[in-house]
Nanobody, 119 residues
Framework: QVQLVESGGGLVQAGGSLRLSCAASGRTKSTYAINWVRQAPGKEREFVAAINWSGATTNYADSVKGRFTISRDNAKNTVYLQMNSLKPEDTAVYYC????????????WGQGTQVTVSS
């Protein structure tokens, strides 16, 4: 199983940018997709973005298309989520998940990183 650790969250003003990282360890020789999911207070978890093993396929929620970019560096076992033009409604805890294919969740989750966007 792959272990995941997120980092890069913080407090930013609306319109600002953050880059989240998801570092993998453990069975990193196996191929896996990475999904980013977020959960705002009082709301259910929401899919944000996903990327396949090679990086050739990406998926985005409509709410973040054109603002967020997912990428990966397999040499560093790390997936990134570049978040631009942030809005207060992007405020949430962001989690990464390793799954068999993009948008399909697996059993491995990180602990989450808090993103807060002030208006």
């Amino acid at each position: 199983q792959v272990q995941l650790v997120e980092s890069g969250g913080g407090l930013v003003q609306a319109g600002g940018s953050l880059r989240l990282s998801c570092a993998a360890s453990g069975r990193t020789k196996s191929t896996y997709a990475i999904n980013w999911v977020r959960q705002a207070p009082g709301k259910e978890r929401e899919f944000v973005a996903a990327i396949n093993w090679s990086g050739a396929t990406t998926n985005y929620a409509d709410s973040v298309k054109g603002r967020f970019t997912i990428s990966r560096d397999n040499a560093k076992n790390t997936v990134y989520l570049q978040m631009n033009s942030l809005k207060p409604e992007d405020t949430a805890v962001y989690y990464c998940n390793a799954g068999p294919r993009p948008t399909t969740m697996g059993a491995s989750w990180g602990q989450g990183t808090q993103v807060t966007v002030s208006s």
